[in-house]
């Protein structure tokens, strides 16, 4: 498995991506997912590109970016065109949004045919660009279970079109995680990893409270320390899944470091396990 941090990790810290980049290599990551805000900032320095951070033996991997799916289409089309040219700048493969803004349940028939129609868009832009569009399986969001998920890949039908399966909001969704990764498995592209103490703690997750520098951070939890059972998930994976672990508590370097190594060893228990079971 190949796996990343992302720099969200580091939203509210005065650190420059060199120090995150030495960082992620002597602790054994395979790449850097950029948000969206730090990916067009970095890019206006001309030292920060691809080959830069080829240097350190990292790629990246996936941009975590916000695309809107209201307004007009040339406003759509344009936003899209300008994330997939950073794309190209940082050669990343995949360019991350979301399904709206409203859960499926909340979400007109009407509103829902908008917003496949400007994903679909987001596809045509993606592809001419030569990258992958990923949505995210996520609360308040077209995709936030595995039946709205499935309607909506069907619904665009477009070859570039991918899913970042961020595990947990699966799971906060109400469906078997691990049969949800079954249903979905052609299209997913990319994994989010992170964890909380206990279902009553998922609020935690939400964007006001993430994105706010004074926002709780108790309830986040090292990735197998939670109540989602990632052991019982591992072997679900190929070999090859690109993953990013997303934390966004405290202490970020420790965490990720004691995830990453931890991650390794039951990774590699996980496919031993699979194959002496075959």
């Keep these: ?139 308040n969001t077209l995709a936030d279970s595995l039946a709205s998920t499935l309607r909506l890949v069907e619904e665009i039908d477009h070859a570039t079109l991918g899913l970042n399966f961020d595990v947990l909001h699966v799971w906060e969704g109400g469906d078997d995680a691990a049969e949800a990764h079954r249903t979905l498995r052609p299209w997913i592209r990319h994994y989010h990893l992170k964890n909380v103490r206990t279902r009553e703690d998922l609020g935690v997750f939400e964007p006001a409270n993430v994105y706010a520098a004074a926002g709780r951070r108790e309830g986040m939890t090292p990735l197998f320390d939670g109540a989602f059972d990632y052991d019982g998930f591992l072997p679900e994976l190929d070999a090859d899944a690109e993953a990013s672990l997303e934390w966004f508590g405290d202490d970020g370097f420790d965490v990720l470091a004691r995830d990453r190594r931890l991650l390794e060893s039951r990774s590699g228990q996980s496919a031993a396990v699979a194959v002496g079971g075959s």
């Design 1 to 139: 498995m190949k796996v990343s941090l992302c720099t969200i990790t580091f939203r509210h810290c005065l650190l420059s991506l060199k120090d995150i980049a030495v960082w992620a290599r002597a602790n054994g990551f395979d790449g850097v997912e950029l948000w969206g805000a730090h990916a067009r900032n970095l890019a206006r320095t001309p030292l920060y590109n691809a080959d830069w951070l080829a240097s350190f033996g990292l790629a990246t991997p996936m941009l975590s970016d916000y695309l809107p799916t209201e307004g007009e289409r040339s406003a759509i089309q344009a936003r899209a065109e300008r994330l997939c040219r950073l794309a190209g700048h940082w050669r990343a493969g995949k360019i991350r949004t979301f399904a709206g803004a409203r859960g499926s349940r909340s979400t007109s028939a009407e509103e829902r045919r908008a917003i496949i129609a400007a994903l679909r868009l987001m596809c045509e832009v993606a592809d001419d660009h030569g990258v992958r569009l990923l949505v995210e399986t996520h609360p």
